[in-house]
């Protein structure tokens, strides 16, 4: 399996980027396919992702800012960020988990909010 994402980019504050990220290979039992993020120095984070079915889940700091989506036919997972603030600023993943607790990970998206 592998994800390839696109879309990063640098923005100022209040502006908008939209992530995306294509699944390919052998994909099978999908459980939920999302994003995380990464600022120097700190951990990976869960920013929001969406399990097979439709629920969704956000980080507290993106929600009514940032909106995952998921198409399950074309296996491929989008980040609509708006309002984006500095502190948003990291390397954005996405991120594809089966049934099997299989993980599999894209190269990462470089997202830079200026002040």
């Known amino acids: 399996v592998q994800l390839q994402a696109s879309g990063g980019g640098l923005v100022q504050a209040g502006g908008s980027l939209r992530l995306s990220c294509a699944a390919s290979g052998n994909i099978f039992n999908i459980y939920d396919m999302g994003w995380y993020r990464q600022a120097p120095g700190k951990q990976r984070e869960l920013v929001a992702h969406v399990v097979t079915g439709g629920n969704t889940n956000y980080a507290t700091s993106v929600k009514d800012r940032f909106t995952v989506s998921r198409d399950n036919v074309k296996n491929t997972v989008s980040l609509q960020m708006n309002n984006l603030k500095p502190e948003d600023t990291a390397v954005y993943y996405c991120?594809?988990?089966?049934?099997?607790?299989?993980?599999?990970w894209g190269q990462g998206t470089q997202v830079t909010v200026s002040s």
């Open positions: 991120n594809l988990r089966t049934t099997y607790a299989q993980s599999y």
